[in-house]
């Protein structure tokens, strides 16, 4: 495996239900982070961990839980989600979180769809 | 006023044509910036990267920034069929781990 995964691919969940997102990266980074894309909208950067360290949580509500076990996993626990939350869920990773000449490199992403 | 403001598009070009995109913005502070090609359900994958003003060319991609005016660029040349996607354009300011992200823009090349 190379650069960024994640699992799974596609996710179907109901409203009650709880499931995770998985992230790893294969590049020797020290910084991971998880973005929201939805249509015709920008990237929505969720959370940063540094060093398993988490730097940012950026106003996102509790129904989402972030953990990072080291600096080549990352996980989104996902609990009694809304369908607004229906979306393509990215992972990135980058060398360092405050490197100058640096920028971030994504995963695949997970498509979730919430019923 | 959105930080990065890109036009959505969509935006079809016959083979060959030459694809010309854009993305403004409005904070000074940006140094880097950056374009990100996505195919549909796909994650992003970086095709540009620039430090500050000036051009940059790789192959059929040239990307420009011109900081004075808070805009950047990204022409294909020679576009083909599979550089139809989605390019988003993304920015930060030194030492920010932070991306400002545009909304993207939808190409299709047709054959």
């Known amino acids: 495996e190379t650069g960024v995964t994640q699992t799974p691919r596609h996710l179907v969940m109901g409203m009650t239900n709880k499931k995770s997102l998985k992230c790893e990266q294969h590049l020797g980074h020290n910084a991971m982070y998880w973005y929201k894309q939805s249509a015709k909208k920008p990237l929505e950067l969720m959370f940063v961990?540094?060093?398993?360290?988490?730097?940012e949580n950026n106003s996102v509500p509790s129904r989402f839980s972030p953990e990072c076990p080291n600096s080549s996993h990352l996980f989104l626990h996902l609990h009694t989600l809304q369908p607004e939350d229906s979306a393509l869920y990215l992972c990135?990773?980058?060398?360092?979180?405050?490197?100058?000449?640096?920028?971030?490199?994504f995963g695949p992403g997970t498509r979730l769809l919430v019923l | 006023q959105k930080e990065v403001e890109q036009d959505p598009g969509p935006l079809s070009v016959p083979e060959g044509a030459i694809v010309s995109l854009n993305c403004t913005y409005s904070?000074?502070?940006?140094?880097?910036f950056m374009w990100y090609r996505q195919y549909s359900r796909k994650g992003p994958e970086l095709l540009m990267y620039t430090y500050s003003s000036g051009n940059k060319e790789d192959g059929r991609f040239t990307a420009q920034v011109d900081k004075s005016s808070k805009y950047i660029s990204l022409f294909i040349r020679d576009s083909q069929p599979s550089d139809s996607a989605t390019y988003l354009c993304a920015m930060r300011a030194r030492d920010d781990y932070k991306l400002s992200f545009g909304a993207g823009t939808t190409v299709t090349v047709r054959a």
């Open positions: 990135a990773s980058s060398q360092d979180r405050l490197a100058g000449g640096e920028t971030q490199y």
């Open positions: 904070n000074s502070a940006f140094q880097y």
């Open positions: 961990y540094s060093l398993e360290e988490r730097v």
